[in-house]
Every structure is written in C-alpha cells, then in structure tokens.
C-alpha cells in the first residue's frame, strides 16, 4: 500500500513471472505431474550449478546439454472453445550423447513425440512433467546422438483461467485469445526451453476461425483458405527471441492501419503501424497511434540504431494483468493505457507517454539484447525506466519528465530501506526470486542509479558506452558484467576499473548509502566532512556499517556564491578542505538530485538551505525528500517538520510543493489521536488551502498547474475534509453520471483531472444511493478507465450491504481479474473497512489468489501493510505462515510487509505525542 489516497494509474506494471498453479499436470504420453509437492532447493543441479530438487530437477537454468536453434510452432487456436492444440518442431544442438532432455511444459496434455538425432535415427519419445513449475524431461529409448536433432511433440492443453500463458478473454459476446508468456508463461503454451538464455528464430504459423484475424511478432507471409470455415496464417520468421518475447492475438478485432513511421536518418526503411483492439474500440486507439512515431524516434535518435523490427502492432486488452508488455513488434497493454483522446486528463495521457515510451526503449532492451538470466532482468527493466522518461524529456524538455523518474527513485528508497529488500542483481534460486525481480528495486532503484552513473560520467560518454553495448550484443544475450565493460570503457574522468567497482557496489548489496555532511568552520578555510552508512529507518534491525563507492556531489555557498564540488566517496569518511575562504551559508549534499543517496545535514541547517534562493527543481526535490527521510529516521522532529514544510508547500515546483502531504497523511492514517483528528484536518486547510486558491478549481493551465490542481484538490478534500470543496465535487459527480437525472454519463459536466476525487465524494457523502447508480455505470460500462476510476470509488462506500455486493463482485465475473485487487486494495486502505476487509480476505484468501496469474499471487502478502503494531503483525504473519511457500514471490513480499508494520509502529512511539503538543 501506498500512502496516497487515490491509487496510481499503472505507470509501469510490476511484470510478469509466473510458475505454474498448484494444480497437477495431466499425465501425458506416458507421464506426468511426479513429486511436485514439497520439492526443495537442496542440490546441485545436472550441470553442477543450478538449483535442483533432491531429484535432480533444475528448477533454475537449465542444463546446456540440448541448445534449441529454431522453433517451428503451428497452433490451433480457437477462443470460442476451451482448449487449443499445437505441434511443436524444435531443432536442437545435443552437446553430447543424451538418452533424456530437460525442457519446460506446463499442463499440456502431450500426445506424441519423436526426436531425430544427427544420424538421422527417428525414436519415440516420452514426455513428463516432472515439476509444478513447468520442468519436463523427454526419455528416450536409447541414447540420441550428439549434434543437429530435430524434436517433435505434439499436444493440447486449456486456455489459461488467469490471464498468464496463452488466455481467454470475453468482450461483449465474443472470445478472444491474448498470450502473456514473461517471465516463465510460455510453457503454458508450447513446450520448449523456456529460458532466456536460449535466443533462436521461430517460426509461428495459426490456425484459426476463418472470421478472426490473428496476430505474431512478425508480419504475415500467407494465409491459406481451409476447411470447417478455417484458415491458416503462416508468419514471417523472426529475429533471435526468447520464448517470453513470443506472442499471438486471435479474435474479431478492430484493426487500425495507421501510417508507416517514416525513414529518418537513422533508418532507411518505414515502418508498418497498426493498432488493435477489440470489437468497436479501435476508433479510440487514434490518440494512442497518432504519438507513437515520435516516440521511436527521439529512441533512435539516441540509440544512433534502428527499431530492431520489421513491423509495429499495439494491442489493447480488455483483461490484462500487466500494466503492458514488450512482444517484439507486438506490444500488448491494457485498455486504459491506449484507448484515449484528448479529453482525457493529463495523469492519464502522461501515463500512455511513459508506458508507450517503455515498452518501445524494451526493443533496444531486454528484446535486441537480452539478459542471460533473470538476475539481470534490471538491464531490461531498470534501462526501460531510465529511458522512457530520459525519451521523453528529450521531445518535451518542459513537461517534468525528468522529475517523474527521480520520484520514482525517491518512491524506491522507501522501499530499499527495508532490511527484507532484495539487491538490484539478486541471485535467482527459485520462481519466487523471479517473480520477486520485477519490483520498484529493479525499475526505480535501477533507473536512479543508472542517472547516477550518467551524470558521474556525463551524459556523452554513458550514452557511448550504451550504444557499444548494444551494437555488440545486438540479436544475443548479455550479462551485467558485459554491460559495466561498455560503460566503463568510455569513462574518462575517473579509471574505468573504478567506474566498474562503484557500479557494483550498487548492484550487488541490497540498501542505499546514507551521507551525513559536517562542517568545521574552526580554521582559514572551513572542512567538510563526508561520512556514509547505511540508510536506516526508525525502528529498522538493520546494521548501518554498511558502505559504497559512492558519486557524491556537493553545492554549498560562500560569500554569496555557489560552488560545486564532486567526489568518488569510496571509505566510510571522507574529510574535503574547501579551496575557497570562509564559512559555508548552507550545504545541499546532491547536485541536480541525481545522486542515489540519502543525506543529511545538522537540524539547525535546514532553515537555512530552505531559505537559499536558485536551486534546481531536482535540487529541491532532494532536499524535500531529504528532510521526510531524517523524519521518518528519528532524526528530525514532528514539529521541527511541520514548522518547515510551508516552505516548500510555496514552491513553484509541483513535486516539491505536494511532497510532504505522504507524511501528513501518514498521520491521519496513525499517528493521530481520535480527538484531535478535526484539528488535524484544520491545519491541513491552514497548510494547502490558499495554495489551491491561488490555484482555482478551473482555468486552461499548464500541465504541472493542472496536476498541482489535482493533488491540492484530492489532499484538502479527502484528508482536509474541506465542506465547501467537498459540496461542490459531489454536486459535479452526481451530474457526471446522471444521478437523480437521466442516468447517462455527462463527461462535461467535470474537469477530467478532478473526476477520480468526485466521485470518491460522492460516494462518501451522498450514501447508498449514489454509490448504487455508480454501481450500475460500472456494470453498463466497457471503458476500462471509467470502470478503474469507478471502481476506486466504490471502495469507500461504507454501507453494510453495498460493501457485502462489492465484496461478491470479487468472486464473480462480474469483475474482470485484473480488477480484483483493485477494489481490494482499496477496502483495506479505508480505516473504516479495514478489519472487515482483513478478515473477508483470511476467509476467502484461495478464491482470491485463484483469479491472479501465478506471478502476482504473493503480491497478496503485501495486504497486511495497513496493520501498525506487533499484535496485528504477529497475525499476518500467523495467517500467510502456512501458505506462502505456494504463493509466488510471496516469501520477500511477507518480510517486507512485517517489517514495514514494525516500523510503522515504531514512527508512532517516536512522533504521535509530539504531532499531538504540536496540534495543541
């Protein structure tokens, strides 16, 4: 859980992992599901080095013994039924004589294999899923010879329930199939070496319903006419891929040719571009398409390298558990991320901006060059971040984009302040340290980072070093170590060797370094002393003898004057003799804020650095983020924070302006005492309130007003509970939906960026009835994003039976499965639903998990973040104890979550009695 009162739009999806569901496989040609329960990671694996079972079951890499060079895949898919069927061709490289091969397959239901080795020998073979995770084996009747074989199976298997692997999809009265294979769904497809390390051409070739299109990661070669009202589309081989990047659409789809992106100077040739949607939405997919080209390229424009592929299709999905995903050449997302124009509010088009933007720098990384294995899924994920918003504040250099992606890392910190946090390349033992990899420490800790190195080196020389690696990796697989080389050989300032060393330190443990600033102003020329530990909060069990190789930059003022000064902080102190005469006036311990780093200067220092005019929007940034860290460390006190942060409430940047408001709503959320919450809410009016009426309520604005607008708006009327506002966003949210009227939908009758808080109003103070009409809207509806923002809404209705039906929703279709822990989320977050929501979860904790894809299901350990005391933490743990092992990245996600109630707690032991005496 957040400390936000309204829940982010999807900006990046924590993507995709998956094993496979506790369900056991079909026994198939011979085999199937042996000894999956209660297998552990106690051996070596066949090669020596990769997890095993005690059975000898790699349940990490697999051997290198069989290395596939091409896959042939013809699939049946036919969304109207239950199952599809497919044959699989996979031409393979034994490196030895072999009379068994490991490969990946997840609940298909094989019915014939056969292998033919190097000397042309055709066996029978026999395929078993030996693992719930997907590891299979095919036995062989005798040993096969080294060399070129092919191998051939043939199967079935169902459509997936939970939208992972290759899944169903109904939309007003007709079925569609969509894939989502990263990071270990494939194998719910197609039997293969599911592993990203094995990097081959495929060939894909559908059968389907002669009404339906259907969709590859390559343009279409032939369609064939073929009996029972059929055809077949056989598609272009593709570039190298691994199997997570392989993907299929099939249904009766909207398709919207756009126009072809057009050669620039760095490509010769145009390419193809359509959009795709589901049956009466591609009109909307305008918006979407109309912005794509410039995207690719201001990428190409740096990356000085074409866009890897032959054609470009964007997919919308109606149901998607993902925010979207990479395919080469065929990116999918879901519906709220494309399907918009330009009524929709500013979050909502920056949101499509920095998706779109990801997924498309994914073609550089992650699909033209790829990781060797999932330790470092960062270079995909952490690269995308960092270059979605480093693309877009190239094309819009006044939009703030460079300020998102420090807020992300800032957001990161938070998390990697945790003990529980998991280090950026995490070694990967089972698919629980998959599915835990993709999370803020891999996107956002790693694009803060990956700014840090850019600007330790200069945005030239890291750029070069990005290029190198990409052009001599392009089509392969690279590893961290090959990456930090090309960086590193481009350093000029500081010696490669020592760029790779700080690299690593940042990499390779989990934390974040923390430097506190002294000056000693006792001689001619004053010293200032850098000192690093690790960064712990109150309450924390960490060790802080912790330490980094740390870019560290410095401004501070003398005589009237700012100076800079930039060091490489590689020992645990570091003394620094100013060359200039005199006494600092203030010191701001990072430059531009690109460091990933806290630090912390003496509370008497505060006042003065917030008094210092000419800092960068970045800079104050920092030092906002800064003084919240040393409350939240002990350092500095509840009133001390209070009585400083209208400073930056006045600022004329909109990031710092809203920034203290997570730590004013942490204590309405705890720290607060019942009798003193209506002071609370006072004195949040006293804080924002003029703010917003400099602001208004309305007026054509640019975008940072607009978004300062909706923060003020949301944080005065949800937390303020400012009557006069509330009044009116109610009034404004009943004539949106046509409340006691006609029942229609009125988008005029509100500012799109003011709606998510309206209707959250109206649900709260025009009861029942309200949140009934709203109810049915949502049921009417097919507009994702009207369906979210509804959804949110519905969460704060407090009535018995409204929630009791909501709660139903849950369990039933008449949610979407990605919807789910929305509403979820959203119940526990309310104070007045959270132990009813608590305890409707414990009861009905399986059919929950049931509807999320297995890559997502320990995200539902994070539910009990909303508890606050070692009571409700001891209860949690208790709950999710016997049942985490089976929910995947659920182990890291438990410890988080326990160790973030335990200081939660221990913010309100040091804080409640003060934030009380300063409300007195």
Same mark, same amino acid.
């Given at each position: 859980m957040t400390f936000s009162r309204l829940p982010c739009l999807y900006l990046l999806a924590v993507l995709f992992l998956t094993a496979c569901d506790s369900a056991t496989a079909p026994d198939s040609a011979g085999g199937g599901l042996a000894d999956a329960e209660g297998a552990k990671l106690e051996t070596a694996g066949p090669d020596g080095d990769t997890p095993a079972t005690q059975d000898g079951i790699p349940l990490g890499q697999l051997p290198r013994k069989a290395l596939p060079k091409h896959y042939a895949l013809e699939l049946t898919i036919l969304p109207d039924e239950e199952r599809f069927s497919g044959r699989a061709r996979i031409e393979i490289e034994l490196t030895e004589s072999l009379d068994r091969i490991w490969l990946h397959g997840n609940r298909l239901e094989v019915s014939g294999v056969t292998l033919t080795d190097a000397d042309g020998a055709v066996m029978t073979g026999r395929y078993r899923q030996l693992d719930k995770?997907?590891?299979?084996?095919?036995?062989?009747?005798?040993?096969?010879?080294?060399?070129?074989?092919?191998?051939?199976?043939?199967?079935?298997?169902?459509?997936?329930?939970?939208?992972?692997?290759?899944?169903?999809?109904?939309?007003?009265?007709?079925?569609?199939?969509?894939?989502?294979?990263?990071?270990?769904?494939?194998?719910?497809?197609? *039997?293969?070496?599911?592993?990203? #390390?094995?990097?081959? @051409? $495929? =060939? !894909?070739?559908?059968?389907?319903?002669?009404?339906?299109?259907?969709?590859g990661n390559t343009p279409s070669r032939r369609e064939?006419?073929?009996?029972?009202?059929?055809?077949?589309?056989?598609?272009?081989?593709?570039?190298?891929? *691994?199997?997570?990047?392989?993907? #299929?659409?099939?249904? @009766? $789809? =909207? !398709?919207?040719?756009?126009?072809?992106v057009p050669a620039n100077r760095v490509r010769d040739t145009a390419i193809p571009l359509r959009g795709i949607a589901v049956k009466g939405k591609g009109e909307q997919l305008a918006y979407a398409l109309e912005h794509t080209a410039e995207i690719i390229w201001a990428l190409e424009d740096y990356f000085r390298i074409p866009y890897p592929y032959r054609k470009l299709d964007i997919v919308a999905v109606p149901d998607f558990s993902a925010g979207a995903m990479e395919n080469a050449g065929l990116i999918t997302y879901r519906e709220k991320l494309l399907l918009l124009d330009d009524k929709a509010s500013v979050e909502r088009k920056r949101a499509y901006q920095a998706v779109h933007a990801h997924e498309l720098a994914h073609q550089w990384f992650g699909n033209l060059v790829t990781p060797v294995w999932w330790d470092d899924i960062w270079l995909n994920e952490a690269f995308a971040t960092w270059m979605s918003f480093t693309a877009l504040d190239r094309l819009e250099p006044d939009a703030a984009f460079d300020q998102d992606l420090l807020h992300r890392s800032q957001k990161a910190m938070q998390t990697d302040g945790l003990t529980s946090a998991r280090q950026i390349r995490q070694p990967i033992l089972s698919n629980h340290d998959i599915a835990s990899a993709f999370d803020g420490i891999t996107y956002s800790k790693g694009g803060g980072v990956l700014s840090m190195f850019e600007n330790f080196m200069s945005a030239e020389q890291f750029r070069q070093g990005i290029r190198h690696y990409l052009q001599k990796f392009a089509f392969g697989t690279a590893s961290a170590d090959d990456f930090i080389e090309a960086i590193s050989e481009e350093a000029t300032q500081v010696e490669p060797q020592r760029v790779a060393n700080a690299f690593r330190s940042f990499l390779e443990q989990p934390g974040l370094p923390h430097v506190e600033v002294t000056v000693d102003c006792s001689e001619e020329r004053a010293v200032m002393t850098l000192s690093q530990s690790r960064y712990l909060p109150l309450g924390s069990r960490g060790n802080a003898d912790q330490s980094w190789q740390v870019p560290v930059c410095l401004a501070y003022g003398i005589d009237g004057a700012r100076h800079d000064e930039c060091r490489l902080l590689e020992a645990p102190e570091l003394e620094m003799p100013l060359p200039q005469l005199g006494c600092p006036s203030f010191v701001m311990a990072n430059v531009q804020g690109a460091g990933y780093y806290r630090w912390s200067v003496r509370e008497q220092a505060w006042p003065a650095l917030l008094a210092t005019e000419g800092f960068t929007a970045a800079e104050m940034m920092s030092i906002s983020d800064n003084m919240a860290a040393a409350l939240r460390a002990g350092t500095m006190d509840i009133g001390?924070?209070?009585?400083?942060?209208?400073?930056?409430?006045?600022?004329?940047?909109?990031?710092?302006?809203?920034?203290?408001?997570?730590?004013?709503?942490?204590?309405?959320?705890?720290?607060?005492?019942p009798g003193d919450k209506r002071a609370l809410e006072e004195l949040f009016v006293e804080l924002y309130g003029a703010r917003l009426e400099k602001v208004g309520l309305q007026g054509d604005s640019d975008s940072e007003t607009v978004r300062l607008r909706q923060e003020l708006v949301a944080f005065l009327a949800l937390d303020g509970r400012a009557a006069p506002l509330r009044k009116k966003l109610a009034a404004d949210a009943a004539a949106y939906i046509g409340f006691g009227t006609d029942n229609r939908l009125h988008?005029?009758?509100?500012?799109?960026?003011?709606?998510?808080?309206?209707?959250?109003?109206?649900?709260?103070?025009?009861?029942?009835?309200?949140?009934?009409?709203?109810?049915?809207?949502?049921?009417?509806?097919?507009?994702?994003?009207?369906?979210?923002?509804?959804?949110t809404a519905l969460g704060h209705a407090t009535d018995a039976d409204t929630v009791r039906e909501l709660r139903g929703w849950m369990l039933s279709d008449r949610l979407r499965d990605n919807e789910v822990l929305r509403l979820l989320d959203t119940q526990l977050d309310n104070p007045d639903l959270r132990e009813s929501s608590w305890q409707w979860l414990k009861a009905n904790i399986d059919a929950v998990t049931g509807r999320l894809p297995t890559w997502r299901q320990g995200r539902i350990a994070a539910a009990g973040d909303v508890f606050?005391?070692?009571?409700?933490?001891?209860?949690?743990?208790?709950?999710?104890?016997?049942r985490i092992e089976g929910l995947e990245g659920g182990p890291r996600r438990l410890a988080n979550t326990l160790e973030q109630i335990e200081l939660c707690e221990a913010m309100v032991r040091r804080h409640q009695s003060g934030l009380r005496e300063y409300l007195k």
């Open positions: 995770t997907g590891v299979a084996q095919v036995t062989l009747p005798r040993a096969a010879s080294a060399g070129a074989a092919t191998l051939e199976i043939i199967y079935d298997a169902p459509f997936d329930q939970s939208l992972e692997g290759l899944y169903r999809v109904e939309e007003d009265g007709n079925a569609y199939a969509f894939t989502q294979f990263e990071a270990t769904s494939a194998r719910l497809a197609f *039997p293969g070496f599911d592993d990203p #390390f094995f990097k081959v @051409p $495929f =060939d !894909v070739s559908l059968i389907v319903d002669a009404q339906h299109s259907a969709f064939t006419p073929l009996a029972n009202g059929r055809k077949q589309i056989d598609f272009e081989t593709s570039k190298p891929l *691994p199997t997570y990047l392989v993907a #299929f659409a099939v249904g @009766p $789809f =909207d !398709v919207v040719e756009w126009q072809p001390t924070y209070l009585q400083l942060i209208p400073a930056l409430i006045d600022s004329p940047v909109q990031k710092v302006a809203v920034a203290p408001i997570a730590q004013l709503e942490f204590m309405t959320d705890y720290l607060v005492k988008e005029q009758a509100i500012d799109s960026n003011l709606l998510d808080t309206a209707l959250i109003v109206a649900v709260e103070d025009r009861g029942s009835a309200f949140a009934r009409a709203l109810m049915q809207r949502f049921l009417d509806s097919r507009d994702a994003a009207f369906r979210d923002r509804a959804l606050c005391n070692e009571s409700r933490k001891q209860e949690v743990g208790r709950f999710f104890a016997p």
